[in-house]
């Protein structure tokens, strides 16, 4: 765990993530942003809610802790 | 900096309408932007129009946009008993890769602009300087650029970033949301001239699963889940299961994966010089998932409202409300019907919607239209008229 984060955060995979952009109104801090480059989520503004991890179509999406 | 009467932010279907609507309108300068880099690509839907939505925007008779002609729906119960509806003129399954290119080339005959991998990254308010009220910061092969607009056409899909940089409320809640996996799948036996739709708690939990032709032995199948309803599977796995059961023969050729949101339109779809359009303003059908035709008339409306505002030089969320009002009494209002319709069919389990099929089938072929497999339903299952009750509230 990182000592920098109190709580565990979402991350996406960007090797599964589609790009669909489902995930961003499902967030809400909307944390979730989407660039040219693929979809970022911003570590100080996600409260950990596990809102938009199941329903990824793609499970591109996990908790900090579930990653490994 | 540039300055335009109005940005278009999309070039989806609602984005398409609005640009070409509002240059015919003589809005003035119009721009249209697409993060893409093609317009109508990838394609994130099933391609399912009505026949008479579509036609009053482009003429679907022998054009190469179109990959089939729909004239038969078979509804599949959750033991896949088949209930086929009496034939009609039901509509058609696009060509999107085709399809949005042609309505993007009517909006640049109108008079619009149109710039393809652009992305709008920020936008910052502008009051009075310019005569635009916002200042966009726009993205693109060129490097970064600001643009003025007096109206921002928000257009941009279920991921709005117009809508949440304009202080509109977009967000979704998890019930409202189906997650959506699809195939394209090739060597597989059905009828090329029906849509088929698969009901279940088990099959598609909230959702549905659904066999779109695009030709010939070939179609889009696919299927949307409130995951909240679900065990935990991921939609894929939903659709990986599905198929071995299904088309276990099948090839596929394409994966496509995105949101479908099955609530009703936002509160406001309007602010100082904006617009929100289409799926980004939460304007599909609640109870089919569709969202292409209703993009589009909402482009209508947004296109024609901002066309209007800059001549009355007016463009405050006061004078734009008419849109939202517009929309409401189009489809809006009837959306919220249909939701409460949905919210009361998802109760439905597996052994009671093989019941219905059952009672359906017992019509006569050329008589099986929806109304009389709602009629039927009724008089052999009295317990479902507190919902016959809602269609008419
Ligand atoms: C799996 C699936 C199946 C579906 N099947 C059907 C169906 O059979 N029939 C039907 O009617 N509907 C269907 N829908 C719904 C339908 O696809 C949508 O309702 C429709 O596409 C909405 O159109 P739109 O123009 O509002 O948004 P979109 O088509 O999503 O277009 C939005 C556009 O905005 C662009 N964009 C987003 N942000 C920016 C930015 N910051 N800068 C520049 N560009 C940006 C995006 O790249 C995109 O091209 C389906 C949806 C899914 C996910
Ligand atoms: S829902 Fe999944 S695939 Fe879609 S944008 Fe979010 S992380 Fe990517
Ligand atoms: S965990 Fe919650 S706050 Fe964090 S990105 Fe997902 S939805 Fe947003």
Redesign the interface.
């Given at each position: 765990m990182p000592q920098a984060v109190q709580h565990d955060i979402a991350v996406v995979d960007n090797d599964l993530c589609?790009s669909?952009?489902?995930?961003?109104?499902?967030?809400?801090p909307?944390a979730i942003?989407?660039?040219?480059r693929g979809l970022v989520v911003d570590a100080t503004t996600c409260t950990g809610c596990e809102?938009c991890i199941?329903?990824?179509?793609?499970?591109a999406l996990a908790m900090t802790d579930a990653r490994r | 900096m540039r300055a335009v009467d109005v940005l278009v932010v999309g070039a989806g279907p609602a984005g398409c309408v609005a640009a070409w609507e509002a240059a015919a309108a003589g809005a003035g300068d119009v721009l249209l932007i697409e993060?893409d880099r093609a317009i109508g690509a990838p394609v994130?839907c099933a391609e399912g129009v009505g026949s008479a939505g579509l036609r009053e925007f482009l003429n679907p008779d022998g054009a190469d946009w179109v990959s089939r002609r729909i004239s038969r729906v078979i509804l599949i119960a959750p033991d896949d008993t088949q209930v086929a509806l009496a034939p009609g003129d039901v509509g058609y399954v696009l060509d999107r890769t085709r399809f949005e290119p042609v309505l993007a080339e009517e909006a640049a005959r109108a008079g619009a602009t149109i710039r393809i991998?652009t992305?709008a990254?920020g936008i910052e308010r502008a009051d009075g300087a310019g005569g635009g009220r916002w200042r966009v910061r726009l993205?693109g092969p060129g490097g970064e650029e600001t643009v003025g607009a007096r109206v921002v056409i928000g257009a941009d899909?279920?991921?709005?970033?117009i809508g949440?940089w304009a202080g509109l409320e977009?967000?979704?809640a998890?019930r409202d949301?189906e997650?959506?996996?699809q195939y394209v799948v090739g060597n597989i036996a059905f009828d090329p001239d029906a849509i088929y739709l698969h009901f279940g708690p088990t099959v598609a939990p909230g959702g549905y699963a659904w066999i779109f032709p695009k030709g010939v032995g070939v179609a889009n199948v696919g299927l949307g889940v409130v995951?909240?309803r679900?065990d935990?599977r991921?939609?894929?796995q939903y659709l990986d299961d599905y198929i071995a059961r299904h088309f276990p023969g099948g090839t596929v050729i394409g994966l496509?994966?995105?949101?479908v949101?099955s609530g009703v339109t936002v509160k406001r779809t309007v602010a100082d010089g904006v617009i929100l359009a289409g799926d980004a303003a939460h304007m599909i059908n609640p109870l089919s998932g569709g969202g292409i035709v209703n993009a589009m008339k909402a482009g209508r409306l947004a296109g024609r409202h901002a066309a209007r505002a800059i001549r009355e030089g007016d463009t405050s969320a006061r004078n734009l409300q008419a849109y939202h009002d517009e929309w409401m009494r189009l489809l809006g209002d009837a959306h919220q019907k249909y939701y409460r319709l949905k919210e009361t069919i998802n109760k439905f389990d597996d052994a009671f919607l093989n019941g219905l099929a059952r009672t359906a089938n017992r019509i006569p072929d050329e008589k099986r239209s929806l109304g009389r497999v709602i009629g039927s339903a009724l008089v052999h299952h009295p317990s479902l008229l507190p919902i016959a009750a809602q269609l008419f509230l």
């Open positions: 589609d669909c952009g489902l995930c961003m109104p499902l967030c809400p909307e942003h989407m660039t040219r809102k199941a329903p990824c179509p793609v499970g | 993060r994130r991998s992305e990254v993205r899909g279920v991921e709005t970033m949440r977009t967000r979704v998890a949301m997650s959506c996996a995951t909240l679900g935990g991921t939609v894929r496509t994966v995105g949101g949101i």
